[in-house]
């Protein structure tokens, strides 16, 4: 348990059930009465956001997440295989828990996962990844004067929009907070 008074960034706390980061708090306290503390929680179930404010002395659970490092094996259908480098057991998980980065998965590629009671609640992809382009329009040569983009398919299906002189089978760096084109690898 932990009070309201000692919250801080980006610890996670249990709100009626869910599970809810706080991504901001803000301590108040009026001329009349008691200090209270104003906080912004993000569910780490749908991602949705809520402000609530706490009285100084509420108590709430903290929720103890560990992080691991995962080995992306393979997908099937909408389940993405994955094992647990410390345990070796294997974790299936569904594209609606992985989100944007399903389609950024490349198989053998390790990434940094969250769990909260044995179960995977979140993944982390490593800042930038190399990818391969397999399809993508040739470039035309002397528009210049402003940054035009075009659409390039990857290895994993993903399409991301990129220069114009990128061609097919470059390998180019993605951006994996924005999931966007970063650089030539």
């Known amino acids: 348990m932990i009070s309201a008074n000692k919250f801080k960034n980006g610890i996670t706390i ?4 869910t599970l809810y980061a706080i991504i901001w708090f803000q301590p108040v306290k009026p001329a009349k009465g008691g200090g ?3 906080a912004r929680l993000k569910s780490l179930k749908d991602g949705s956001v809520l402000e609530r404010n706490f009285k100084s002395e509420d108590m709430v659970q903290e929720a ?3 992080d691991r490092q995962l080995h992306y094996q393979y997908s099937s259908g909408d389940l993405y295989h ?3 480098l410390e345990t070796y057991e294997d974790c299936i998980l569904s594209r609606q828990i992985l989100g944007d980065a399903a389609n950024f998965l490349k198989e ?3 990434i940094s996962g969250s769990l909260y009671d044995g ?3 979140d993944i982390k992809l490593p800042t930038t990844i190399e990818l391969k382009i397999t399809y993508t329009e040739p470039g ?3 528009d210049t004067a402003r940054q035009s983009l075009k659409p ?3 290895e994993t299906g993903a399409v991301v929009q990129v220069p114009l002189f990128v061609n097919e089978g470059d390998v180019i760096k993605i951006d994996t907070r924005t999931y966007e084109y970063s650089g030539r690898a």
Do not use: H, S, Y
């Not at 249990?14 to 059930?17: Q, S, T």
């Open 82 to 84: 994955f094992m647990d």
């Open 119 to 121: 179960k995977i609640i």
């Open 36 to 38: 209270f503390v104003r």
């Open 14 to 17: 249990v709100l009626d059930g």
């Open 152 to 154: 390039a398919t990857l």
């Open 108 to 110: 053998d590629m390790q």
């Open 64 to 66: 103890f997440i560990e």
């Open 140 to 142: 035309v040569k002397g």
